[in-house]
DNA sequence: CTAAATAAATAGGTTGCCTACCTAATCAAA
DNA sequence: TTTGATTAGGTAGGCAACCTATTTATTTAG
């Protein structure tokens, strides 16, 4: 009984499988780091909903990208190098640094605004409206179950 | 017009970053590599299918895994110190190693392939079935898309 | 027999993080 | 004001998960 209700888990398992394996950020064209790049584009993003116009914090990306400050760090110290941001003291509280584009970092966070928007509407295009957002559904339910699974696991 | 259709496209972003970040292959509870458990489990379950006797080459895993072979060679040298499996020349061609599991790896992918197993049947569970034929349905079309866009971008 | 193709191994490199630990600045309590 | 605790971020080293370049040995094809 039971057995007919899990005919298609393998098959899940290798859908999952495939998309472990296969990263859509990657899909990137610049010369600096996929992971780089979401930093550039994580600022930007957040830059234009913030209505004081300072940088962003290490904390603050980090959070954001979900990776620990001494990663965001050294991602930042290598896009200084390159002039992709500045770093200045935040005014009111000298521990924090300020984290701002520079035009050429603008530019590929520009860019790479468009290239995962074009890339996102696509896929909503390849699947049809109704469809997009019941994937949505589906995946939100997906997420939350191995987000569950994860800490049964600790 | 369009805009109202791509309403939901940033949603769909955040939730496939989120995919991206989590990896449900890294649920695991043994002492070696998220990875080496997948080569164990990949040779456990061809092996089973496979009529006979015989184990599984480097270029079989190597196809397997999607993986290059020197990333095969590197796993199993690791496994192989460790006990995990063995490896031998094939009688007819000596070009080829045949890599087999030992009692310790068998064990091994017993308990991963329970615990996959377990997993993916939980996900249908939490899904129901109905909506987990859907996902299928769904994911092939995704995965087809980002195919397709990983080509053009070559 | 010889050259090309095949299978796998070795070595070195990159990316994407993490942890351990440290310094400097800020905050809170005495 | 001083002191201890907390916070923000930086530095260094390490690990996982691969990849590429190259080499060696073997097999295949002409």
Redesign the pocket.
């Given at each position: 009984m039971d057995e007919w209700k899990y005919e298609n888990a393998p098959q899940l398992r290798d859908l999952f499988s495939r998309f472990a394996?296969s990263d859509w950020?990657?899909l990137t064209r610049w010369s600096i780091?996929?992971?780089?790049v979401?930093l550039l584009l994580a600022i930007k993003e957040s830059h234009g909903s913030c209505s004081d116009a300072g940088g962003m914090?290490?904390?603050?990306l980090?959070k954001l990208?979900?990776?620990?400050?001494?990663?965001?760090?050294?991602m930042?110290?290598n896009l200084i190098k390159n002039d992709y941001v500045i770093?200045s003291i935040?005014p009111?509280?000298?521990?924090?640094?300020e984290i701002t584009l520079t035009d050429k970092g603008e530019q590929i966070a520009q860019e790479a605004g468009e290239l995962f928007t074009q890339l996102f509407n696509g896929l909503i295009d390849h699947l049809g409206k109704e469809q997009s957002d019941q994937l949505i559904a589906l995946l939100e339910q997906v997420f939350q179950y191995f987000e569950q699974v994860g800490k049964e696991q600790l």
């Open positions: 394996k950020r990657k780091k996929a992971s780089e979401r914090t290490v904390s603050d980090s990208l979900q990776v620990t400050s001494p990663t965001v760090t050294q930042i110290n770093r935040h009111g509280d000298r521990r924090v640094a």
